[in-house]
């Protein structure tokens, strides 16, 4: 049975914060709130955490396009290989923000992500998300929680995400209502980025 924690995004209760850090750290998984859509997340040191996510959305790991949620641009150098300064400039411009950026990925990625050249990285505009990655002291891999419904893309309320995910999940944080429309994807990895998805953010960039 998952619990539903309520949290106020102006004003989140650490000690709250802090328990559903132990729950990541302890290999659970949980729904979150972030600046776009619902999240799925769990630490990113897990394996057995991130096998469960792969099973839940039908991928196999290595081949898994999650992302990597970080606190802010300072631990972003652990995953990722060395930045020129045009790109680090368009990364300090839109982030925190409705943005996940592509970038080149380096040797420190764990184990089973180690096959992948790229990594998707996102620094939400959102005080949860980011006192959760502060708490567990790195990334929170995450992918968001996509509707079955045709019309309906994301589900936005969280107690239906409760009800829906409750024998999947341990935590579902209730922020208020989310957002309907998921990150702008952009490529980093080539001389010029390239929009693989037009969401929240801007494409201007």
């Not at 309520?6 to 302890?26: G, M």
């Not at 997340?41 to 469960?52: F, H, P, S, V």
């Not at 309320?157 to 995910?165: A, M, S, T």
Request: hydrophobic share 35%.
């Amino acid at each position: 049975m998952a619990e539903l924690i309520k949290l106020y995004e102006e004003n989140p209760s650490e000690k709250e914060i802090k328990r559903i850090a132990k729950v990541l750290k302890d290999g659970g998984l949980i729904i979150y709130p972030t600046d776009t859509v619902y999240g799925l997340g769990c630490d990113i040191n897990n394996t057995k955490a991130l096998e469960k996510i792969a099973r839940i959305k039908g991928v196999k790991l290595e081949k898994a396009n999650f992302s990597f949620v970080c606190e802010d641009l300072s631990n972003l150098s652990e995953y990722v290989a060395q930045l020129d300064s045009a790109t680090f400039k368009i990364l300090k411009r839109n982030l925190p923000g409705p943005y996940t950026f592509i970038l080149p990925g380096n040797n420190n990625l764990p184990s089973v992500f180690k096959k992948k050249k790229t990594v998707g990285i996102r620094v939400p505009d959102n005080r949860i998300a980011q006192m959760l990655v502060h708490h567990l002291g790195n990334p929170i891999i995450s992918t968001s929680i996509k509707d079955d419904d045709d019309v309906v893309e994301y589900t936005t309320d969280p107690e239906l995400i409760v009800e829906k995910w409750d024998k999947l999940v341990d935590i579902v944080i209730d922020a208020g209502y989310g957002d309907n429309m998921a990150s702008t994807v952009i490529d980093l990895t080539q001389p010029e980025p390239e929009l693989i998805r037009q969401g929240k953010g801007s494409a201007n960039i």
